[in-house]
Nanobody
Framework: VQLQASGGGLVQPGGSLRVSCAAS????????MGWYRQAPGEERELVASMHTDGNMYYADSVKGRFAISRDNAKNTVYLQMNSLKPEDTAVYYCNMNSRRLFKRYDYWGQGTQVTVSS
């Protein structure tokens, strides 16, 4: 599985950005796609994810501001980020994970920088 992320960039506080991630290759029919982020000096954290069945997860820090969606036909996941704050600044990584025979498989895209600054 290959993941290609796009979007990100520089935005002022209160602004919006959208990042996208397209998957290709041997994609498991049941999977979770989502976004992690990692700020300098901090651990990577899960921001939002969405299962093929539509179940979603959001970190408390982004609830009400970020919205994840996916187009299963295009194997693409989107993260709409609104009301951005400086603390949202990080490298955002696309992730796909699936389970097979009780083992979890993770696939990662390249990171995309999101910088929130005036």
């Amino acid at each position: 599985v290959q993941l290609q992320a796009s979007g990100g960039g520089l935005v002022q506080p209160g602004g919006s950005l959208r990042v996208s991630c397209a998957a290709s290759g041997s994609i498991p029919p049941i999977n979770v796609m989502g976004w992690y982020r990692q700020a300098p000096g901090e651990e990577r954290e899960l921001v939002a994810s969405m299962h093929t069945d539509g179940n979603m997860y959001y970190a408390d820090s982004v609830k009400g501001r970020f919205a994840i969606s996916r187009d299963n036909a295009k194997n693409t996941v989107y993260l709409q980020m609104n009301s951005l704050k400086p603390e949202d600044t990080a490298v955002y990584y696309c992730n796909m994970n699936s389970r097979r025979l009780f083992k979890r498989y993770d696939y990662w895209g390249q990171g995309t920088q999101v910088t929130v600054s005036s």
